[in-house]
């Protein structure tokens, strides 16, 4: 597959099919089941956001809809019928044959004909080499990955830094983030209303008839404006874009443009507006538009929503790719007090004489005084509190420096602390005791603040009602319970480094994303446990590890991706009605259901859960045959990967225990032992490892230690005897704790002097087996010596000398012989 595109943009090799030409052609053979003729509008586009492009170009006979009259905006697509399309689109024969290598490519498949020829003409490849995935679904990122492609801009993506005003630009796949960035930047696609002023693109969501109608439609009347509108990103020229073929451009009648918040632009025309796309208005700088519409009783007045924008800063207007000739100041006012862009003498004001300056140092001292204060707000970057105490206890601290500001605090003692705006290089807390941490960025513009605690730091409760980034850099910088609240719906929250107390979501539509840690970040992100209430999107980054996900509302529906490991997803016994779509990545070991759930999404993420619980698990009835093949084939490579066993080890018992497991899920859904044909092999291989385990234990048991008359364990005077061979097992090893006392070998005792306390002996014996061993304990007392008069402990001594000095005989010899007759005599 081609790294860049991820699964889907490995569907089409681009050296087959000419991009602008193949775009243009395949809309115009877009549908399955096309009723051929129709002139008349839908029934069931009026609610549809892409209805005039929907009618428009079913006017030209480039979209035909059911023949019920239906268009049916809101249905995903397959690959299988993406297949068809592409196959009929080039001409190619169908050829069944040529599809044999992908087995869940039925050989009575309608599909089977166009997978073949695509995969004939080296146009197609699979998820994997043997499986198609003709029933997974095109998702949003994938669609415009696709187009941004066809438009020639990919490189222009790639070369661009991938930034957009879109919230959930970060669970956008990496591989999809540049073309999803440029692609709203020059207002290709337009994202989704949060309901706050800003949008979000849901980028893993299934991709839509009626998305591809509107992108079709830009597309083709469009190109040229789109193209020079990346253009201008890179060489910071004003785009000119020539008029849509079928469109008739309104008289650019533009009368005033002003800034009515920090946020907010009001467009002011001369006449009264018949369309408005937000499109159509775009600024230099780096300022974008996220929404456009008409203001509440005027017909000529066009409010824009922005996002990018720095107070003090003028923008141009252009309208529909022409320069107006208009401009507008973001004046300071408008945040609030809040923002500052240095902290060279002002407060952000331009008129300002010098107050500013006092303003920021009295609030400096105050921070660093180590006398408490009421409420202090920060309103420009920088470090404040002081470096090595003392600490200076705050009711409120209030950090509002401006979406580009950045600031640490350190050695302060908020009891409240706010934050209201912050550069996404961080708001930084060091030797910090917070009870309550409240994230609400309001004037920052739509982007992410992001808050790092490090050494130090511990916060109580953290509440975060905006877009925020949570990292946590130190093992002693604590971001405590952490609560997404509902009034940030369908906001992103990112996580990154290690949070150990639990993170909850109440926010409904929200998009959680568990990154990597920043550079110079030595923890690795690891977060403990993620509740979540309301619907929510769960993305998990390469190398990033989320131990559990517990499922708490009605009726939640979870969309898990990613490549991180995600260890367990508990669904509480209140949380009935939940819904798990598991993305194609996404890499999760355990489902615990103690209510009914609902699984959908890739086949190859189901087929890999193990589930559990009390309760009942389905599969999407639409999936469940595909999914029942996954499990199998896993199940077959789990247990080849056993292997025949020669020799035990660690990594085979891993293997086995996988086997076993892939076993289990493949029986879930629905898996017969007779359906495993290599089902013997498990079989055969887990006898031989129990035999050898059997074998070990049983000569273990047996073991016992040999005592000479007169003597037990308790009490040792004499040379103990210690088996070291079986026929049952390779080898038996003793290791005494005092080698000294009891040699391994021989068993020979050598007991403490007279006078000495006794010896305890810990002797452990290792049986082994083919690799595998189990060790058992023995717990001896060698007792010592009597006292004895001079002349006997001599002799005694000299015994044991000539005794020692016989050693262990391999052979014999005359010298063998005298030191025996020599150990006799003493």
């Known amino acids: 597959m081609e790294p860049s595109g991820g699964e889907f943009m490995s569907f089409f090799k681009r050296r087959s099919i000419g991009k602008v030409l193949a775009v243009t052609m395949l809309f115009s053979v877009l549908m399955p089941a096309i009723a051929h003729g129709e002139e008349e509008r839908f029934k069931d586009i009026a609610d549809s956001y892409a209805s005039r492009e929907i009618n428009q170009l079913a006017k030209t006979g480039v979209l035909l809809g059911y023949e019920d009259k239906r268009f049916q905006p809101s249905k995903a697509m397959t690959r299988a019928e993406l297949a068809k399309i592409i196959a009929l689109l080039l001409g190619l024969e169908e050829s069944p044959d040529k599809a044999a290598s992908y087995l869940d490519v039925r050989a009575d498949s309608w599909y089977r004909g166009y997978v073949g020829a695509l995969a004939e003409a080296g146009i197609v490849e699979g998820y994997s080499h043997t499986a198609f995935s003709p029933d997974s679904l095109v998702t949003r990122e994938e669609l415009v990955v696709f187009f941004i492609r066809g438009l020639g801009l990919e490189a222009t993506a790639k070369q661009l830094p991938a930034e957009s005003s879109l919230t959930d630009l970060a669970i956008v796949s990496e591989w999809a983030r540049p073309h999803v960035a440029l692609a709203h930047r020059i207002g290709f696609v337009d994202g989704i209303d949060n309901g706050d002023g800003t949008v979000a693109f849901n980028p893993k969501e299934n991709a839509e008839r009626q998305a591809l109608a509107r992108l079709a439609y830009e597309f083709q009347l469009h190109k040229e404006n789109y193209v020079n509108a990346a253009k201008a990103l890179i060489t910071g020229a004003k785009p000119v874009k020539p008029e849509a073929a079928e469109e008739v451009a309104e008289n650019v009648d533009i009368m005033d443009i002003r800034a009515v918040g920090l946020t907010a632009i009001e467009v002011t025309f001369g006449s009264a507006v018949k369309t408005v796309r937000k499109s159509d208005y775009s600024f230099d700088k780096g300022l974008t538009v996220t929404d456009a519409a008409l203001k509440s009783g005027a017909s000529n007045i066009v409010v824009l929503t922005i996002a990018g924008q720095l107070p003090g800063t003028t923008y141009k207007l252009a309208y529909k790719g022409r320069d107006t000739g208009k401009s507008v100041l973001i004046d300071s006012m408008f945040s609030g007090g809040g923002y500052s862009g240095s902290t060279e003498g002002t407060d952000g004001n331009e008129n300002d004489t010098g107050s500013g300056v006092d303003t920021i140092e009295t609030v400096i001292r105050q921070l660093t005084s180590g006398v408490a204060q009421e409420t202090v707000t920060i309103t420009a970057s920088g470090t404040y509190g002081s470096e090595n105490g003392p600490d200076t206890p705050v009711k409120r601290l209030i950090i509002d420096p401006g979406p580009t500001g950045e600031v640490t ?78 009034s940030a719906s369908g906001r992103s929250l990112t996580l990154k480094g290690n949070i150990d107390d639990e993170v909850t979501v109440d926010a409904p539509g929200a998009q959680v994303s568990i990154q990597a840690p920043s550079n110079g970040n030595p923890l690795p992100t690891v977060i403990n446990k993620l509740s979540l209430a ?85 599969v999407d009835p639409n999936i469940q045959s595909e999914v029942k093949y996954k499990a199998l084939a896993n199940a077959v490579e789990a247990i080849e990967a056993v292997g025949r066993p020669i020799t035990y080890s660690a990594d085979l018992e891993e293997k086995l225990v996988q086997a076993g497991v892939a076993m289990e899920i493949a029986k879930l859904h629905g898996v017969l032992d007779s359906e495993i044909l290599n089902l013997n092999k498990l079989t055969a291989a887990k006898e031989t490892v129990n035999g050898w385990k059997e074998k070990v234990v049983q000569e273990r048991l047996n073991l016992e230690i040999g005592y000479q008359s007169g003597d037990d364990a308790a009490s040792v005077t004499k040379t103990l005897t210690l088996r070291t061979t079986s026929s049952l097992v390779d080898s038996i090893v003793w290791t005494p704790d005092k080698p000294a006392v009891v040699n391994p070998l021989t068993g020979v005792v050598v007991r403490p002097v007279a006078g000495e306390p006794d010896a305890v002996v810990t002797l452990t014996v290792q049986v082994s087996l083919n690799g595998y061993s189990e060790i058992r304990t023995f717990t001896v007392s060698v007792k010592a010596q009597a006292p004895v008069n001079n002349e006997k402990a001599e002799a005694i001594e000299a015994a044991i000398k000539a005794i020692e000095a016989v050693g262990a005989p391999v052979s014999y010899t005359a010298d063998l012989e005298v030191k025996l007759a020599q150990a006799d005599t003493a």
């Open 409 to 486: 605090i350190q050695h302060i003692v908020p009891e409240v602390l706010e934050v209201l705006s912050g550069d996404v290089n961080t708001i930084k807390l060091q030797q910090t005791v917070i009870k309550q941490l409240r994230v609400n960025a309001v004037n920052n513009g739509g982007r992410d603040v992001r808050i790092e605690t490090r050494d130090g730091t511990s916060v109580e409760n953290t509440t975060v009602e905006s877009q925020a980034v949570l990292e946590s850099s130190s093992t002693t910088g604590k971001l405590g319970k952490i609560k997404l609240a509902s």
């Open 534 to 618: 309301k619907n929510a999107k769960v993305n998990t980054g390469s190398g990033t590890k989320l131990s559990s996900v517990n499922v708490t509302g009605q009726n939640t529906t979870v969309d898990l991706s990613g490549q991180g490991s995600v260890s367990s997803v508990n669904v509480d016994p209140s949380a009935s009605g939940t819904k798990l779509n598991l993305g194609e990545d996404t890499n999760v070991s355990t489902i615990n259901a103690d209510s009914d759930v609902t699984l959908s999404g890739s086949p190859d993420a189901i087929a890999k859960v193990k589930t559990e619980g009390s309760s009942s698990i389905q």
